[in-house]
């Protein structure tokens, strides 16, 4: 068995692990892309205009403003970490990347 194969996996299948790598950063991709666009439909809904003529509907745009800041807040570390975990995936697949074809002996014709 080469050294860069996973062990068998699941119902026999052997997966490179370069495979697994962009699988894996591939999905971290995904998830924060996902995050990104969430973010930025929620700051669309988002305004720096609150009326100030009827007290009821100064309150519930404060709140509305207030429920808006609080979601954004509450995605903003994992936004952070999946940015950060993004990088170092694509560091790690590209050096495994350059390792292996360093390390591969040329094809012998």
């Known amino acids: 068995m080469r050294s860069d194969k996973m062990p068998e996996f699941l119902w026999g299948f052997r997966m490179d692990t370069l ?30 205009w609150i009326p100030l003529s009827d007290d ?11 429920v808006i800041e609080m979601k954004t807040q509450k995605i903003t570390i994992p936004i952070r970490a999946l940015g950060v975990i993004w990088v170092v995936m694509l560091v790690v697949v ?15 014709k």
């Not at 924060?32 to 973010?39: A, C, E, N, Q, S």
């Open 19 to 48: 495979v697994v790598l962009f699988a894996v950063w591939g999905l971290v991709t995904i998830l924060f892309l996902g995050l990104i666009f969430y973010r930025s439909r929620l700051t669309k809904k988002e305004t720096d």
């Open 94 to 108: 590209v050096g495994f990347w350059f390792y292996h074809g360093i390390m591969t002996p040329p094809p012998i």
């Open 56 to 66: 009821a509907k100064e309150d519930q745009a404060i709140e509305a403003q207030k």
